[in-house]
């Protein structure tokens, strides 16, 4: 991660990366669901992640209260890296795994998510 540019960021500040990176432009109170974050925790992440010139918090025109987190252009500059990364951690993970076992063992990951969902919600 180091040669990529990657490793100043903590796992956190990384899940909140992926997200955007699936999906720019996105409000605030969705980044806080999709991330599994508090909103105090997520907007800790955020200020650091603006300081580092990686986000910007944007206000919305219709509603002063909704701010949308959009990507700058570091971040689109460092995209690559980080879908690479990404891949060769998938590769390192899923190693000795045939497709069946891939397919299998992320059922029982979503399984095991959904438990927990309807336990905490």
């Known amino acids: 991660m180091k040669e990529n540019d990657l490793d100043?960021?903590?796992?956190?500040?990384?899940r909140i990366i992926f997200l955007l990176l699936?999906?720019?432009?996105?409000?605030m109170h969705?980044?806080?669901?999709?991330?599994?974050?508090?909103?105090?925790?997520?907007s800790s992440h955020l200020d650091n992640l603006e300081r580092l010139g990686i986000v910007k918090k944007i206000p919305s025109n219709e509603d002063k209260r909704e701010i949308f987190?959009?990507?700058?252009?570091?971040?689109?500059?460092?995209?690559?890296?980080?879908?690479k990364v990404s891949?060769?951690?998938?590769?390192?993970?899923?190693k000795g795994f045939s497709l069946e076992d891939i397919e299998k063992f992320e059922a029982y990951l979503r399984k095991c998510l959904q438990n927990l969902q309807m336990h905490l919600y």
């Open 69 to 83: 987190i959009v990507l700058t252009d570091e971040l689109h500059n460092l995209k690559e890296n980080y879908l």
């Open 8 to 14: 100043r960021f903590t796992p956190s500040q990384g």
């Open 30 to 42: 969705e980044l806080v669901d999709k991330a599994q974050l508090s909103k105090s925790t997520l």
């Open 87 to 94: 891949r060769e951690m998938t590769e390192l993970f899923y």
């Open 22 to 27: 699936q999906k720019d432009h996105v409000p």
